[in-house]
Antibody, heavy 128, light 108 residues
Framework: QVQLVQSGAEVKKPGASVRVSCKAS????????LHWIRQAPGEGLEWMGG????????EYAPKFQGRVTMTRDTSISTAYMELNSLVSGDTAIYYC?????????????????????WGQGTQVTVSS | SYELTQPPSVSVSPGQTARITCSGD??????AYWYQQKSGQAPVLVMY???KRPSGISERFSGSSSGTMATLTISGAQIEDEADYYC???????????FGGGTKLTVL
């Protein structure tokens, strides 16, 4: 079955960087876009961006452009999300999620549309 | 920026029908998707492309969309359906992915 297993909780100081990993199994890693979504405490869900594991091409939400870097290592079917210049507002659970459709599938002018399944989440706490 | 609007909470008694709405200007052109998030767990897809139910999701769940509003309906709601429900879609211009603010469903 499809599984996404994320790295463990992190505690960082303001100004630092954090890298979260997401190891995929149960499907062809290079066959589906991989998204990153976060959820601040008591808040809703926020799409951060994603990566095409086959080509390495990335797409970032405007809010995170310049501060986030998404990469992958196809040899170990693992994706990474690095967020820089952390502030307290970055305290959140960070999720990776597999795109539900195969790479190359687009509908209504949009590609890499929705997420299924999700990883278990990684708690990132930013505190001095 | 594009927004999807959901009611903060919906409450029903067990066995009743719960309806959770989501409004957005691009919904006439773009599909709505729904995620269920139980306390302390990752979200789970319960409806895609307005009205398609993923395998393994109870037939109690159904979806519809008309104009600028999408609706997730839970027929005969059970205690185990208590969760936060998020609608999700894409805006029709910049392809920004957007979640609604979430609706807390209480079944008691």
């Amino acid at each position: 079955q499809v599984q996404l297993v994320q790295s463990g909780a992190e505690v960082k100081k303001p100004g630092a960087s954090v890298r979260v990993s997401c190891k995929a199994s149960g499907y062809t890693f290079t066959g589906h876009f991989l998204h990153w979504i976060r959820q601040a405490p008591g808040e809703g869900l926020e799409w951060m961006g994603g990566i095409n594991p086959r080509s390495g091409a990335t797409e970032y939400a405007p809010k995170f452009q310049g501060r986030v870097t998404m990469t992958r290592d196809t040899s170990i079917s693992t994706a990474y999300m690095e967020l820089n210049s952390l502030v307290s507002g970055d305290t959140a659970i960070y999720y990776c999620a597999k795109d539900a459709d195969p790479l190359g599938y687009c509908s209504g002018g949009s590609c890499y549309i929705y997420f299924d399944p999700w990883g278990q989440g990684t708690q990132v706490t930013v505190s001095s | 920026s594009y927004e999807l609007t959901q009611p903060p909470s919906v409450s029903v008694s067990p066995g009743q029908t719960a309806r959770i709405t989501c409004s957005g200007d691009a919904l006439p052109q773009k599909y709505a998707y729904w995620y269920q998030q139980k306390s302390g767990q990752a979200p789970v897809l319960v409806m895609y492309e307005d009205s398609k139910r993923p395998s393994g999701i109870s037939e109690r769940f159904s979806g519809s969309s008309s104009g600028t509003m999408a609706t997730l309906t839970i027929s005969g709601a059970q205690i185990e359906d208590e969760a936060d429900y998020y609608c999700y879609s894409i805006d029709s211009t910049a392809n920004h992915r957007v979640f609604g603010g979430g609706t807390k469903l209480t079944v008691l």
